[in-house]
């Protein structure tokens, strides 16, 4: 079937290259090219496909969807990718398993990452390969029933017993089995345990231990160790998120992971180079989630945007013709601002995931003095990013009107998933609370004079005021989110001292001011994903490119201030606010011509996608109706239920 008119319409409409966006999103060429490779590549291979739509399969056939195509995978791999390469890796994992979880979801992001940052040379050489390989699979088993946030609370031990050189496990409370690790139910045979350490009855606090669970050979849990599955989730239903129970597991004391903090034979404990350091595989998967966030969020709004230009309801001027939906401002303003964050999303997840990589080549080094500004960068963006993403999803599933709602969309799907990473690696409010720290710490440098030693991303909370010319451009708009920023960080620091000062406690002020401190690093987050953006499009070369970057960008500045107004009431008049508002409106205006090329040059492909609505062709109708009559429900006429039940029933009532 050809493609859709209107989409045709709207592509040629376009006013740049698609597949040059994509390199710059991507960051780079050779990158956007290698994934457009993969998805052709895997396109021809049929054991890919869905064996029938996911959204019609229970969560065992989901699992058991997910294993197949790892199975078939394992044939692929380094035919299709380099597989030294984590991006490609990740995309192939993308467009083959979906965003559904999988088996393999946390072996790869936080299982071999921890044994790259926690495990010594020599524990690397027993494991690390045999990890990579996919011989063993393996899970990071930290939260318990009881305690998420507070790990210094976690409950489960791991007692060193002197005699036999072993740590021995134990779970000593309900609250205390692992509970929520991905792929821990059923499928891992391996974990990486975070456990308190118990040294000759002394307590060192969490540590990470390498701890077999199930036999590599029947796969049946070894004794001493209670495993499964903890049930259905709001989503991620095909990954086996479990619980896990210890009593008197030995392990040898070899498998505590002693890259860092290390036990000698005679039971001597030997403390890592900084505090925090066991915590490192939490900012790693932190460092990725503005890019797994962004492309959550880019792909509801390729469905929402072609979707959007091939529904037409109401009219206009012509009455003629019915409009395409996307020409409503309306539905513009609930678009195209999610369009901008999704893309400074993906430019933010590429310089965290830089920042990482280069942390850890310190930390080997033995330099950890990056560690604090990395945590606090990480915590702030994956809770705003998280957040506004949830939000830029149920906006685009809305902005379908009722066929959003309807699983056809797969946008309550992707909802589902991405609004998880408000909760995993830290609740939002929490991490929001962790980078407050560093403000109010930052503050206090100021107040001590010493602001001359401030980093380069607080340097502001330092700056006086100046005149906002709005006319200027985006780097003035930088500027009304500093005084923003900066303005409500004095403030909420000032309220938790002056509470601290009138007698109350550290934590009793911190928790009164928390919710202005919260505030503020939100509007921290916030400059920061401007300020990348900013620098993103001003590094561009591709001038057509650049030209429309330059439009998104004036789309996002104008909308982000908008929507802090409350927190410049002091520096803008109303004036400058109408203005501000009217070159919002102007440059929805602007980047009409070019919504579906912003969001094709994401290049997700239809079957990454999964979705009736956002089909790269744009024929939804008929599509739609092939699909629901493929729904379970339609196999018969007639449902048993209404034969046992319905039909007695209305006879009963008929007498
Ligand atoms: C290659 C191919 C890849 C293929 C991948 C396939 C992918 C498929 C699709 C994937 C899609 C989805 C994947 C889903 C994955 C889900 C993963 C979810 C995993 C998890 O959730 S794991 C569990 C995460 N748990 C947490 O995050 C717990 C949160 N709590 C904490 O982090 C801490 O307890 C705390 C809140 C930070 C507090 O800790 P603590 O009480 O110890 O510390 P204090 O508050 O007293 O602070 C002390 C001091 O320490 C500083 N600090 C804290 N943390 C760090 C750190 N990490 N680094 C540096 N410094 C740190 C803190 O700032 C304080 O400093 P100060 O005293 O203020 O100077
Ligand atoms: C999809 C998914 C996958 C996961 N995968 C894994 C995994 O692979 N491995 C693993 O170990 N864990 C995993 N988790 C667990 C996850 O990391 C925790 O649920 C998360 O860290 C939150 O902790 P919690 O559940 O204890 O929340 P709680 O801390 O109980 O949060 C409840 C409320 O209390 C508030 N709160 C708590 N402490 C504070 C505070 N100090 N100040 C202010 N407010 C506070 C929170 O803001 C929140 O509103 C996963 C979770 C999910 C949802």
Redesign the pocket.
């Known amino acids: 079937m050809s493609e859709n008119p209107d989409l045709t319409n709207e592509r040629a409409s376009g006013t740049f290259e698609t597949n040059a966006m994509a390199a710059v999103i991507y960051g780079s060429e050779k990158f956007a090219q290698r994934r457009r490779e993969i998805t052709e590549a895997i396109s021809k291979i049929p054991e890919f496909q869905d064996s029938h739509p996911l959204v019609f399969m229970s969560r065992e056939e989901k699992i058991s969807e997910a294993c197949r195509k790892l199975a078939v995978l394992s044939n692929y791999w380094n035919s299709l990718i380099d597989t030294s390469d984590e991006e490609e890796a990740l995309h192939l994992y993308r467009e083959v398993l979906g965003l559904e979880?999988h088996p393999l979801a946390?072996h790869e992001t936080?299982f071999i990452p921890s044994l790259i940052a926690q495990a010594s040379d020599e524990q690397q050489e027993k494991w690390l390969g045999r990890a990579q390989r996919r011989e063993i699979i393996g899970?990071?088993?930290?939260?318990?029933m009881?305690?998420?946030?507070?790990l210094r609370a976690l409950e489960t031990t791991a007692t060193f017993d002197i005699s036999t050189r072993e740590f021995i496990l134990n779970s000593p409370t309900i609250t205390s089995l692992?509970?929520?690790?991905?792929?821990?139910g059923k499928s891992a045979n391996w974990s990486i345990v975070?456990a308190n350490l118990i040294i000759k009855e002394h307590n060192y606090g969490p540590h990470p231990f390498m701890v077999q669970l199930r036999d590599e050979k029947s796969h049946e849990p070894l004794p001493g160790i209670t495993v499964g599955d903890i049930g259905p989730?709001?989503?991620?239903n095909g990954?086996d998120?479990g619980f896990l129970g210890f009593k008197n597991y030995r392990i040898p004391r070899e498998n505590m992971l002693m890259r860092h903090s290390k036990v000698t034979s005679d039971g001597s404990y030997i403390k890592p180079p900084h505090a925090k350091i066991g915590y490192s595989s939490?900012v790693k998967v932190r460092s990725r989630m503005a890019m797994d966030q962004g492309l959550f969020l880019a792909s509801a709004l390729v469905i929402a945007v072609r979707y959007s230009a091939v529904r037409r309801q109401g009219y206009l001027e012509d009455k003629s013709r019915e409009v395409k939906v996307l020409d409503y401002q309306t539905q513009q303003h609930r678009l195209f601002p999610s369009i901008a964050r999704a893309y400074a999303f993906i430019f933010c997840g590429f310089e965290t995931i830089r920042l990482y990589d280069q942390l850890l080549i310190d930390v080997q080094n033995g330099n950890t003095s990056g560690m604090a500004d990395l945590h606090a960068l990480t915590s702030g963006l994956k809770s705003v990013v998280t957040y506004q993403t949830g939000e830029g999803i149920e906006q685009a599933r809305m902005a379908c009107g009722g066929h959003g709602y309807s699983m056809a969309s797969y946008i309550s799907e992707i909802y589902g998933?991405a609004i998880?990473?408000c909760?995993?690696?830290?609740?939002?409010?929490?991490m929001l609370?962790q980078l407050a720290r560093y403000l109010v710490k930052s503050i206090e440098m100021i107040q001590n004079g010493k602001s001359r030693e401030l980093g380069p991303m607080v340097a502001y909370l330092a700056e006086n005021e100046s005149e906002i010319d709005l006319n200027l451009g985006p780097n003035e708009y930088l500027k009304v989110f500093e005084y923003a920023a900066r303005n409500q960080t004095w403030r909420a620091t000032e309220k938790f001292q002056k509470l601290r000062n009138s007698g109350m406690s550290n934590e009793e002020a911190w928790?009164q001011a928390?919710v202005e401190l919260t505030r503020a690093s939100r509007l921290h987050t916030r400059l920061y994903i401007m300020s990348t953006f900013i620098n993103h499009v001003g590094s561009i070369v591709d001038q057509k490119v650049k030209g429309v970057l330059i439009d998104l960008l004036n789309v996002h500045v104008t909308y982000e201030v908008m929507d802090i107004g409350i927190y410049v009431q002091g520096l803008l008049s109303s004036n400058q606010m109408d203005l501000i508002r009217n070159q919002l409106y102007v440059s929805l205006e602007t980047i009409r011509p070019n919504a579906v090329s912003l969001v094709d040059s994401f290049q997700i492909s239809d079957m990454q996608l999964r979705s009736v609505l956002g089909r790269r062709d744009g024929n939804v109708y008929e599509n739609l109706f092939k699909w629901a009559k493929s729904s379970p429900l339609n196999k018969t006429d007639v449902l048993p239920s209404v034969t046992q039940y319905l039909k007695p029933m209305m006879e009963k009532s008929k007498l």
Do not use: D
């Open positions: 979880g946390l936080m899970c990071y088993a930290q939260t318990e009881g305690h998420g946030t507070n692992k509970w929520w690790p991905g792929a821990l975070i989730k709001m989503a991620f990954a998120n939490m998933v998880g990473g909760t995993y690696e830290g609740e939002n409010m929490v609370l928790n928390s």
